[in-house]
C-alpha cells in the first residue's frame, strides 16, 4: 500500500477504482514539470501526497454535484485532484498563468479526463453562468473569494473555500456557512 493509499484510507476518502493509476501519472507529470517552470512548492513526494489529500478530504462531505469550478488551480490543487475523483462532474478549472494552465491541459490530455476544461484566465473574464459548486485554495480573502465567485452563483451553489485557521477572523456571520476541521487546513462550505 502507497504512502497516498494509506492517507486515503487513514481519512475514510472513498475515490474511483482508477484514482490511485491517474493520481500516479499526475505526480510523475507533476514532478518532471515542476523541475523546469516551478508550478508548486511542494517539492517531495511526500508533500505532495499531503497537497493531493488535502485536496481531495471534501469528497467525504460533498453532496454529488453536475458542474464546478475551481479559481486559481495552480498545479491542479484542488481542482484537478478532485475532477479525478469525482468523474461525474464537470470541473472548469481557472488558471490565468499560461505555464500552470499548459500543464493542466496536458494533464487532461494525458490521463483522458473528459471531465475537464482548462481555461487560461482570470475568473473576471469569463461569462457569468451559474455553477454547482466554486471551489478555491490558497488564492485570496474570504470576502475577495465571494466577490470573484458571485457571477457564478445560483440558489444553492455551494462554495468551497480551502482555508487556515484565520478563516474564523474572515468569516462573515450572516452567512450560511459551516467549518469543516482537518488536521492542517479548514474547508469553509457556504451555501447560496
Request: proline residues 5%; glycine residues 4%; charged residues 25%.
Amino acid at each position: 500500500m502507497s504512502h497516498l493509499e494509506q492517507l486515503l484510507s487513514q481519512h475514510n476518502v472513498t475515490v474511483p477504482e482508477d484514482f490511485g493509476k491517474k493520481i500516479q501519472q499526475y505526480k510523475t507529470l507533476l514532478e518532471k514539470w515542476n523541475k523546469i517552470h516551478n508550478l508548486t512548492g511542494a517539492k517531495t513526494l511526500q508533500q505532495i501526497d499531503q497537497f493531493i489529500i488535502d485536496a481531495v478530504m471534501p469528497v467525504t462531505f460533498l453532496p454529488p454535484v453536475r458542474k464546478a469550478m475551481d479559481i486559481g488551480t495552480g498545479a491542479g490543487f484542488p481542482g484537478m485532484i478532485l475532477a479525478i475523483a469525482m468523474p461525474q462532474t464537470h470541473f472548469t478549472l481557472v488558471e490565468p498563468l499560461s505555464k500552470r494552465a499548459s500543464f493542466l491541459q496536458f494533464v487532461k490530455a494525458d490521463l483522458g479526463l473528459k471531465n475537464v476544461e482548462v481555461k487560461a484566465l482570470r475568473a473576471e473574464q469569463l461569462p457569468s453562468e451559474p455553477y454547482d459548486l466554486i471551489t478555491s485554495r490558497a488564492v485570496t480573502d474570504t470576502e475577495m473569494l465571494l466577490k470573484l465567485s458571485k457571477p457564478f452563483c445560483a440558489e444553492g451553489t455551494l462554495l468551497l473555500f480551502y482555508k487556515g485557521e484565520k478563516v474564523y477572523d474572515e468569516i462573515d456571520e450572516t452567512l450560511d456557512y459551516k467549518i469543516i476541521e482537518a488536521e492542517k487546513r479548514h474547508y469553509l462550505l457556504i451555501k447560496r
